[in-house]
Each structure stands twice: as C-alpha cells, then as structure tokens.
C-alpha cells in the first residue's frame, strides 16, 4: 500500500535508520530507495545528482534531526516546510507503534506541494501588482477631492449640491485606499515579509503616545477616553511598529463603533509572564452569533449600524495576525448594545534579558560617510554617550559591516553626499540586504560650516506620496522656515517664496504636489527627469526642492550634482517617498532628523541632537 500511493513515506525505525522509502519519498529527493535501505537517517545526504534535491535532503535532514529529538521529548506530531528554489515539500511526521513490545516507529509523509506553492505565489503577485496599480489613481482621486473641499479661496467654493457630491467621492475613496493598504499588508503577511524587530518596551509609554494621537478624534465625537495604567509595568519584548499598530486598530474600532456621548476606556495589567491589555467601549456591541467570525477576513456583520460605517473587515484579522507573531493571544468579549472588550497579551522581556537591565545597554551603532570630520564629531559624542559605533567609508565595507554585525546593529547613520559611492544605491542594497533589510536607516546629507561651527542638514525630511495637504505644506514650512537662502516677494500684498522645485517623474504625482504648493501661495517648477532637474536648479536657483527617489539614474550621486548645480548653497531638500518603491516597506525604516533636533544643529553643534535621534530610532 505504501508503495502505490501519490505521497512519499519516510519510515524509520527506534534507532532512525531507513526502514522504508517509497518509490515517490525517492521520487521527490532524487535519491535511489536502495542505497539508503537500512543505512542511518544521514545517508540521505549528498546522494543526489541535482544541487536543488542535494539541498532539499540536507534541509530535511536537518528539521528531521530537530523534530525527532522534539518528538522522543514528548511532542505527538511535528510538521513543516521545505522550499529550494522552485520545489516546495511538506513534511508531517509523527510516531508510530508497530508492537507492544519495542520502541515506537517513525512515519514522515513528504508532500511535494510545488505547484500549489506556485499558484499561491502568483496569486499574491497578482494582489500585490494590482493593489500598487490602484495606488496612483486612487490618492489622486483622493487629493483632489481634498483640494476642492479645502475652501482655498484659488480654488473657489463649491455650493451644496458639489459639495456633497465631493464628500462622498472623498469618502469611498478613503475606503477603497483602506482596502488596498490592508490588501497589501496581508499580501506581506502571507509572503514572509513581515519581519519583526523585537525589542525592549515600555508598554506605558507607548499606550500614552498612541492614545495622544486620538485626542482629537475622542473630543470631536463627544467620547470620554481614559488610559486605567498602573504606575509601573515589566517591560515587554515586542516589535514597536506592530504593537503599535494593534493598539492603534483596537482603539480605532472602539472608537468606529461607539455613538456619540460614549466611553472607551484601556486597561493594562501584568499576568503570568504577559501584559495583558483591554480596550473596552461602550457601543454598539456584537451580536453572539457573530463572535466566532469576528477575526475572519473580511467578515462584518450584516446589521445595520455595522455597516454604516466604513470598513473593510480586515482591521481585526490582521490586528489577531501580528498579536499572534509576537507571541500572545487576542479574544473578545461583547453584549450587544452595551458595549465590547477586545483583550490581547505580549510577553514580557525573557527572565534572562531581565537580569541583564541594571547594567549598562549598548546597541551597535554604524556610520557610512567619508567626510572625516563628521565622523570624528558623531563617533566621539556617540561613543561618550555609551554607544558601541563602527564606521565605513565604503559602499563595500559598510554592506560587509551590516552583514557581520547581524542582530546587534541597530542603527544605520547614512551619508547622502559621499565621494566615491552612489549613496541611493548603497541604500537599496542595505534594504534588500536580508541582514540590515529591518534596520533603520538615518539618510541625511550632513555639512559643517567652519565659519559658524555648525553642523546642519541639507536633506532634511521626508514626505509621502499620499497627497496629504496638511502634511506636505507643514514639510514645505518647516523647511523654508529652516532655511537661510530664501527671500520673500512682496506681490498684491502678499509674501511669496522664490521658487520651490518638484523633482518626479510621474507627471499626475508632480501635478498633484504642484496644485497643493500653488494653493499654498508658493512658486513651484517641476522637472521630470534628471537632466531637467539639473537644468532647472542652476537656472531658476530654487530655496527648496522636493524631490522623489525614483529619479535617480545611473548610478550617479544625483544629489551630489544637484548641489553642484545650486553652487553648493544649502538648499534643502525634502525626500518624497513612495512606501510601494523598491526597498521600503510599509514599516517606514528611513529616518530623517526629527524637526526638533535639526533646529538644535542650525546652533553651534549639538552631538546631543544626534543622541536624541539615535535614542529615538535604535
């Protein structure tokens, strides 16, 4: 019988020699059933003529050692999953008793699941391609619903009827951008590219930053929010970007779902070797039929007061998925019309870790610059401040630094001028560099000025492709606020800048950003390729440029030139990032100097400024 079925059997006797491979086990593995009969469980290495099968026996070796020591342990079954390039093998084994009077048998049962592995690969291709081709119409579509309901007086004001024609435009196209971002973080989480940075937290902390961030939102509806913490908590070992996205879903649905006059309050305790945090409302409640879906995909529930507010019925789905990849649970508890409580667990930081908090922490820190002078000044004040810090001045040392340092590397200082290397594509290689793919990266062009002994920015923020208004115009401020090489107009009795550059080379996002610029009272030029870009800053000398990374051609430190064409004045210049672009996630790891610290460093030099940020981001 075992011969003649479609799956591979691997059987293995008390001592793990080959008792059995069936023909389709040696079909899989490549490997001839007779050699390796009665031979030990290691005969199955380097007996195959094919470099993928000789990598699949040597990984199945491998989980097969780790998961019959687990199984003689006390473990009833062990499963798990093998890729090598285009081949995908499923492995279940479990204990078998052949006879009361001698140890247990072993039985694999090798699956090869390659085709299913393909489609499945192709299908979440197929989500993730079209949900960025929705991306570009869909925030146009969006920004510009946003424009016409600014009230900005170039515009023109819209009468009712247009009105409330816009808002229902702006309001499905809010949903649909919702649908699409958690379309692509399931497609993430499916493919393995969820990577988690666990590190040391203080729950309280985060839980007051997130719940500030909804201060406006509770006022607005008339709600009563309160954080019920204790003073003190254990610190937990979490991934800060994922708990606080949890947070931030649980309380948000609370926030959906509860009518006006309501209350939300959050409570966190320790229990066992756990936080355990609780969001409980006041609304509308969930009907009890419905609790045992409420953590599928897409499922809501069909009464009315449900769906009449937007949503996509993926919030809590994802919300459950990154509680479970921390290691804790997530359930609820709900009586309709008074009100639900969602309640999750993360773990604490492990006994071990715990013994080690009195003393001293460092994380390793690392700076890529070949400009000797800011590395002297940021090596000594970091150095001082307790940091274990190694510099690079090459593109090819510093991917070889990030790759030895493994989970000790931290922080990634990056210069964005340097001599002898494209700095973008230093950049891109760190973040498809699986060793530093996760590790924040401070990308910021850094210059002293001997005259003033200062140190300061030239690219000085970063913003995203999402046609924010409110978020592009306070960069745009900021930066000429910052700035000393711009000079107000007076025209018609209102001041205007000179000219701020656009560098895109997608004519609807240039477009975009223009209009809000314009609206904004400000002089805008756009360039759509490197060359214009070069053009139009020697010859229009703009006080700012916003420029897009996609730009960059060649191999060639396009900002390096780009300064040369502005004669090396310190115009700043704001990144506009597109989280689909090639090396950056949705778990946003390229930093720019906070607002607060890059005015410190416009003063004599401040190193703590640079501390602050590393405190913040290591």
């Known amino acids: 019988i075992l011969k003649g079925i479609t799956d591979g059997v691997l059987v293995l006797d008390a001592n793990h020699n080959i008792v059995l491979l069936n023909p389709k086990a040696a079909e899989i593995l490549n490997l001839n059933a007779a050699d390796v009969q009665n031979q030990p469980l290691a005969w199955i290495l380097e007996r195959s003529a094919s470099p993928v099968e000789m990598e699949l026996t040597r990984r199945l070796y491998d989980h097969l050692t780790k998961s019959l020591s687990a199984i003689e342990a006390g473990e009833r079954s062990a499963e798990f999953r093998i890729e090598v390039g285009q081949k995908s093998v499923m492995i279940t084994l479990a204990p078998v008793a052949l006879s009361t009077t001698e140890p247990p048998s072993i039985v694999a049962v090798i699956r090869d699941i390659s085709k299913e592995a393909e489609i499945e690969r192709l299908k979440n291709e197929f989500i993730s391609t079209v949900s960025h081709e929705l991306r570009t119409p869909m925030t146009s579509i969006k920004g510009y619903a946003d424009l016409l309901l600014s009230g900005n007086p170039k515009i023109g004001q819209l009468n009712s009827t247009q009105e409330r024609f816009v808002k229902i435009i702006q309001s499905n196209s809010n949903r649909l951008t919702e649908l699409v971002n958690d379309i692509l973080e399931i497609s993430r989480i499916e493919t393995g590219r969820v990577k988690l940075e666990l590190i040391t937290l203080d729950i309280i902390e985060l839980m007051n930053e997130v719940a500030a961030s909804f201060e406006g939102q509770m006022a607005k509806k008339g709600l009563t929010f309160s954080l019920q913490l204790p003073e003190h908590l254990p610190p937990i070992y979490a991934d800060k970007a994922r708990l606080t996205q949890i947070l931030v879903n649980l309380i948000g649905n609370a926030w959906q ?16 070797g756990f936080v355990q945090v609780d969001v409980e409302d006041s609304g509308i409640g969930i009907v009890e039929k419905d609790l045992e879906y409420i953590f599928d995909r897409f499922f809501r529930s069909e009464r009315t007061e449900v769906q009449v507010v937007d949503g996509t019925g993926l919030g809590v789905s994802i919300t459950k998925t990154f509680v479970e990849m921390l290691g804790g649970q997530i359930w609820v508890k709900s009586k309709l019309d008074l009100g639900s409580t969602f309640s999750f667990t993360v773990p604490l930081v492990p006994t071990e870790a715990g013994n080690q908090l009195g003393g001293a922490v460092e994380s390793q820190l690392l700076i890529i610059s070949d400009n000797q002078e800011v590395v002297d000044l940021l090596k000594s004040g970091l150095s001082e401040a307790g940091y274990q810090v190694s510099v690079a001045n090459k593109a090819k040392e510093a991917l070889e630094l990030a790759q030895r340092s493994g989970k000790a590397l931290r922080l990634i200082f990056l210069e964005a001028l340097l001599e002898e290397a494209d700095s973008f594509a230093l950049l891109e290689a760190l973040k498809q560099n699986k060793a530093s793919a996760n590790i924040p990266v401070l990308f910021s062009s850094f210059h002293i000025d001997r005259a003033k002994h200062s140190l300061y920015l030239q690219i000085i923020d970063t913003t995203t492709s ?11 401020r900021f930066a000429l606020n910052n700035s000393e090489n711009h000079q107000p ?8 800048f000179d000219y701020i550059l656009i560098v895109e080379k997608d004519r609807i996002v240039a477009q975009q950003f223009k209009d809000i610029l314009v609206a904004g009272e400000y002089q805008v030029q756009c360039a759509f390729n490197a060359q214009q870009a070069l053009d139009m800053a020697g010859g229009y000398k703009p006080v700012l440029a916003l420029l897009n990374m996609n730009i960059i051609v060649d191999e060639k430190s396009f900002v390096k030139q780009f300064r040369q064409a502005l004669d090396l004045k310190p115009v700043p210049v704001i990144i506009m990032v597109d989280h689909s672009s090639f090396f950056l996630g949705q778990g946003e790891t390229v930093k720019v100097l906070s607002a607060q610290n890059f005015a410190q460093l416009r003063q004599p030099i401040s190193i703590e400024a640079l501390i602050s940020e590393a405190i913040l981001y290591a």
């Open 257 to 272: 779902y509860t009518p006006e006059g309501g209350r939300i309050n959050v409570y966190a305790k320790a229990i066992g």
């Open 466 to 476: 999402s046609f924010e208004e409110a978020e592009i115009l306070e960069a745009v």
């Open 489 to 496: 107009e007076k025209s018609s009795g209102a001041k205007k």
